[in-house]
């Protein structure tokens, strides 16, 4: 069935470590991805997406990595920092949907420690 | 920069009663969404809407949803009788073609007592 999940649920790091965040997802067939980062009572805020034709893709501190052989997306944030605090969704596009809407993984909370 | 807007906040409702919710998409944006997220749970999706049609929605959406756009910049999500269930959060989204970003607004907590 449709689903995408995360490794684990929460990931503390130190200030100025670097940070990766892992999913799972199911459907081998999805051609897109994004990851979302969620503060506290706001909206998931885009960072960065992906589509099935790359293998990686880079943003500003921030990475994404797509393993279509295992179905694996990871996002790397380089030198976190207290505001990259948040919980942090994968989410992919389904095949066979063309409406253009997301499946959500669980979320990671990443906490950053001064 | 743009964004979609959601309004109110915060809606406090009882049980049973209808509620509006209101969004205010993207302005040059085709495809509009309404996801759900119950506390501390992940983001679910409910609906998607473009050329004024419900083009695909979830199990979530049953017949007590609907939604509309009832001009050229709103789109509401209705839900006729709330059930304590419902209390959620409920996100707003836009995109102009499918595969790309997504743009969200802030959500409104809707609180059924």
């Known amino acids: 069935g449709e689903s995408v999940g995360l490794h684990l649920p929460t990931l503390s790091v130190q200030e100025g470590d670097n940070s990766i965040i892992n999913c799972a997802y199911s459907?081998?067939?999805?051609?897109?991805f994004i990851w979302y980062k969620q503060e506290s009572g706001k909206g998931p805020q885009f960072i960065i997406d992906?589509?099935?034709?790359?293998d990686k893709r880079q943003g500003q501190r921030v990475t994404v990595l797509l393993n279509k052989t295992v179905k694996h997306l990871s996002l790397q944030i380089a030198a976190t920092q207290p505001g990259d605090s948040a919980v942090y969704f994968c989410?992919?596009?389904?095949?066979?949907?063309?409406?253009?809407?997301?499946?959500f993984g669980q979320g990671t909370t990443l906490q950053v420690k001064p | 920069e743009p964004e979609v807007t959601q309004t109110p906040s915060h809606q406090v409702t009882q049980m049973g009663q209808e509620v509006i919710l209101r969004c205010v998409p993207i302005s040059n944006h085709l495809y509009f969404y309404w996801y759900r997220q119950i506390l501390g749970q992940k983001v679910e999706f409910l609906v998607s809407f473009y050329n004024n049609e419900i083009s695909e929605k979830s199990e979530i959406f049953d017949d007590q949803f609907s939604v509309e756009r009832p001009d050229g910049s709103n789109f509401t999500l209705k839900i006729r009788s709330t059930k304590l269930e419902d209390s959620a959060m409920y996100f707003c989204?836009?995109?102009?073609?499918?595969?790309?970003?997504?743009?969200f607004g802030q959500g409104t907590r809707l609180t059924v007592v």
């Open positions: 459907n081998s067939a999805s051609d897109y």
């Open positions: 989410a992919e596009n389904p095949p066979f949907s063309n409406t253009g809407k997301l499946i």
């Open positions: 992906i589509r099935s034709n790359m």
């Open positions: 989204a836009s995109i102009n073609t499918v595969n790309t970003e997504a743009f």
